[in-house]
């Protein structure tokens, strides 16, 4: 499994005014982790203003990813519907828009098309320089040759973080490695043992279109021999409206990163984060291997 | 924000709020879709039904039935459902969630092949004059827990006209003939406002009421609900939202105590230590 978010393509220390966290969020450590939670990453670019994808548009799209070094060899219809049920008439189900489904053969990486948003989804992100950023570029680019929207809606960047310890037997296991003010009930005193699972939503906004919503909790893990895991979902969202502009929406997507990375390490302790960074590479080192894939 | 699954109210209006609602959640998150690790997919599920999720509730019926009945169904989040929403489906969805709406789109490549996607076909959601006389005396039927034959036969709906309306192409049915129809929908929607538990039970407790509803007495039926005594309940239905707490309000133990210290002596407490040991 990869690393969870890193500044990488930056020299450590100094990041650029425009890629800070959002809301004075403090910036995150950028050493990567060895031992990598990170299970899902997903960016959605929504907009408005295009007109219908072309008959052949995921053909296109499969041949302008794969000429940017994205390989997608499986290709799919997809179509969103509406179902509409109302008390004592039948349903009805509407099509409401038709896209495409593009993946690699394991389908870890997927990008969705419809006229309405374009998805990038991977379960294989390493770091957002070379994950996310540059397929996400590509994914627009095509996106805008393709469909010409105008408006682009909300960018939003989610990352499903598990934390697997095979030897947590109960929930109590993540005392000291999560923030005990998002444990809650958990470290209480003669309750906190007696809880089996924990489902919890944070909203935070961050400006009158900006904002994250974290959800996390302990949940039994079927595939860790029934131990506890835990469950860190953050998904980060910017909903200011603006024009289709790939670079701009790089950068804005950018942003939602760093501001992801920073929550992350605000919710799991310092010590928790220096054990999942052992075995992993130094400060230096990640910086040299980030500075190395940029070439 | 698991209200949300309950029944907000018996009108309309609630439901178009809480529909509402839903679509309000939906724009707010970024969607997971075709998540291939199904443990990974099942834990997200179950936030998505813990945090009331959009979809949450399909989500939890849908898991429940996607192997029985074939339907295939999946990609957690809005978003976000399945190539063939049945009419089972949709009925136990009416019968459970009460939704106005959803939305939905495809299942994974892994369980629906690309042919199978209705992609060529008509929208079905056009319906004519006849298949909504049908879909209503469907409804009601499931609604009252009784048969076809006894819901026409309370509508003053001949079954024949029912089997020749159930027919592709269909003619238009005449007012005429849809007799009591709409009057026993709308005795339907009273009762359910009425009962706490579902109407068929409430019927069916005695003979003379499913008469009742044959002959097409439905005022008489609302009068006899309405004369009923209702059962004394413990709180109002909203307590129980806005707060679990003890049992006593604070001026209720003042006047215990007022009690205590004014109660008058009982027989024992007057008679004295002396006499109670010459006892």
């Known amino acids: 499994m990869s690393n969870f978010m890193s500044s990488d393509d930056e020299v450590l220390g100094e990041e650029r005014e425009e890629t800070r966290p959002l809301a004075g969020l403090p910036g995150a450590d950028r050493t990567l982790l060895a031992q990598a939670p990170l299970e899902l990453a997903i960016a959605e670019v929504r907009f408005a203003g295009a007109p219908s994808l072309p008959d052949d548009a995921g053909l296109q799209m499969r041949e302008r990813l794969g000429a940017a070094g994205l390989h997608l060899a499986h290709l799919e219809p997809r179509q969103t519907q509406r179902v509409n049920l109302t008390p004592g008439v039948a349903a009805t189900i509407d099509v409401v828009s038709k896209g495409w489904l593009l993946a690699n053969p394991d389908g870890t990486i997927q990008v969705t098309l419809f006229p309405e948003a374009a998805v990038l989804q991977t379960a294989t992100y390493h770091r957002w320089s070379v994950s996310m950023r540059p397929s996400l570029e590509a994914v627009l680019e095509s996106v805008d040759e393709l469909a010409t929207p105008r408006v682009v809606i909300r960018i939003g960047l989610r990352y499903v973080n598990r934390f697997v310890d095979p030897a947590a037997a109960a929930v109590a296991a993540w005392k000291g490695r999560i923030d005990e003010r998002f444990l809650g009930p958990i470290c209480h005193s003669h309750l906190g043992d007696l809880v089996k699972g924990s489902q919890q939503q944070v909203d935070l906004a961050f400006s009158d279109n900006q904002g994250a919503i974290l959800r996390h909790g302990p949940f039994i893990d079927e595939r860790s021999a029934r131990s506890v895991s835990y469950l860190l979902d953050i998904d980060c969202y910017d909903s200011t409206p603006s024009s289709f502009n790939v670079a701009e929406l790089a950068d804005r997507a950018e942003v939602l990163n760093r501001t992801a990375a920073s929550l992350f390490q605000s919710v799991i302790t310092e010590d928790y984060r220096h054990q999942l960074q052992s075995d992993g590479q130094t400060d230096e080192e990640a910086t040299t291997a980030s500075e190395g894939a940029l070439r | ?279």
Not at chain 2, 24 to 29: A, D
Not at chain 2, 50 to 68: C, G, I, N, Q
């Open chain 2, 1 to 279: 924000m698991t209200m949300t699954l309950e029944r907000t109210g018996s009108t309309l209006g609630d439901y178009e709020e809480l529909a509402s609602f839903q679509d309000q959640l939906v724009s707010r998150h970024t969607p997971a879709r075709n998540v291939s690790d199904h443990d990974l997919q099942k834990v997200l599920t179950q936030f998505d039904i813990a945090l009331a999720e959009p979809m949450a509730p399909l989500l939890l019926f849908v898991v429940a039935r996607a192997d029985s009945t074939g339907t295939s169904i999946s990609d957690v989040g809005r978003g976000v459902v399945a190539t063939s929403v049945g009419e089972p489906l949709a009925e136990a969805m009416h019968r459970t969630l009460l939704l106005l709406h959803v939305v939905a789109t495809p299942a994974p490549a892994v369980e629906v092949a690309s042919e199978e996607l209705p992609f060529s076909a008509e929208p079905p959601g056009l319906t004519s004059g006849a298949e909504d006389v049908v879909a209503a005396i469907k409804s009601l039927s499931w609604r009252l827990g009784l048969p076809l034959r006894d819901i026409c036969n309370a509508a003053n709906v001949s079954r024949s006209a029912y089997y020749t309306w159930s027919q592709p192409d269909a003619p238009r049915p005449r007012v005429a003939s849809q007799g009591r129809l709409w009057a026993l929908a709308q005795f339907t929607e009273d009762l359910e406002d009425l009962l706490d538990a579902p109407p068929g039970q409430w019927l069916l407790a005695r003979p003379d009421r499913r008469a009742q509803l044959i002959d097409g007495r439905f005022d008489d039926l609302l009068e006899s609900l309405r004369a009923q005594p209702r059962p004394l309940r413990a709180a109002p239905d909203y307590a129980r939202f806005l707060s679990v707490g003890g049992d006593c309000l604070a001026s209720d133990a003042e006047l215990t105590t007022h009690h205590r210290e004014f109660r008058k002596p009982t027989s024992a407490q007057t008679v004295s230590p002396s006499r109670r040991r010459k006892k």
